[in-house]
């Protein structure tokens, strides 16, 4: 069975500190891929990124950076310099790329982040 | 207008009454779906249609009734809820079913009373 676990349920940080958001997936499957996903307070989801199961390079992305690590089945989501807007809820999600060849995407719990001024 | 629009914003019903929601995407996408989101779990995936055609009931009570009239349109007809339905339920749509990237809506925010 394929698992999403995102164990920090809410997280709080003032403006200016650096924060990891930590992902925890299950699956048996040797393809597979990550995402995640932001929620600002006006509900929409918004796409942040997509890592396949094959390419454990991290990236960055101006002030995002994700690190995947295989050995320990993780996708972990830094913020550097945090900053208010980034208050919201952040979302991990997995798929399997042909699970009846759509995005059946399953999303871990989240993680709310509150970042003060 | 851009993206995915999701109408009413807020809805409170009660457990007798037949109401729906309504999505629509700007986007030029070919598949819509429906999640639920209720508060302490995780997003649940409701319903799939690509090119109008339903391809995903993820074992939804039939209280849950969908319609994808085109690709651009998309409904939840519901009726006679029980309060646990009350959640955020959320459109989205994507280009294909090939791991595009999501497009969600804003939400409407149900309550069942």
């Known amino acids: 069975a394929q698992k999403v676990t995102q164990a920090q349920t809410e997280i709080s940080v003032v403006e200016k500190e650096d924060v990891t958001l930590d992902c925890v997936y299950e699956?048996?499957?040797?393809?597979?891929?990550l995402f995640w996903y932001k929620q600002p307070p006006s509900g929409e989801l918004v796409f942040l990124i997509r890592?396949?199961?094959?390419?454990?390079q991290n990236e960055i992305s101006g002030r995002y950076s994700w690190n995947f690590q295989k050995s320990t089945s993780s996708f972990n989501f830094t913020i550097t310099a945090s900053q208010v807007v980034d208050s919201a809820v952040y979302f991990c999600?997995?798929?399997?790329?042909?699970?009846?060849?759509?995005?059946?995407?399953?999303f871990g719990a989240g993680t709310r982040l509150a970042v003060h001024p | 207008e851009t993206g995915v629009t999701q109408t009413p914003r807020h809805l409170v019903m009660g457990m007798t009454n037949k109401k729906s929601l309504k999505c629509e995407q700007h986007?030029?996408?070919?598949?819509m779906y429906w999640y639920k989101q209720s508060a302490k779990k995780p997003l649940e995936l409701m319903f799939v249609?690509?090119?109008?055609?339903?391809?995903e009931n993820n074992s939804v009570p039939s209280r849950f009734s969908p319609e994808c009239p085109n690709s651009s349109h998309l409904f939840l007809h519901l009726h006679t809820l029980q309060p646990e339905d009350s959640a955020l339920y959320l459109c989205?749509?994507?280009?294909?079913?090939?791991?595009?990237?999501?497009?969600f809506g804003n939400g409407t925010r149900l309550t069942v009373t």
């Open positions: 989205a749509s994507s280009q294909d079913l090939q791991l595009t990237p999501l497009h």
């Open positions: 699956t048996r499957d040797t393809t597979y891929y």
């Open positions: 890592r396949n199961s094959f390419d454990e």
């Open positions: 999600a997995l798929t399997l790329p042909f699970s009846g060849g759509y995005n059946k995407l399953i």
């Open positions: 986007l030029g996408h070919n598949a």
């Open positions: 249609y690509n090119f109008k055609e339903q391809t």
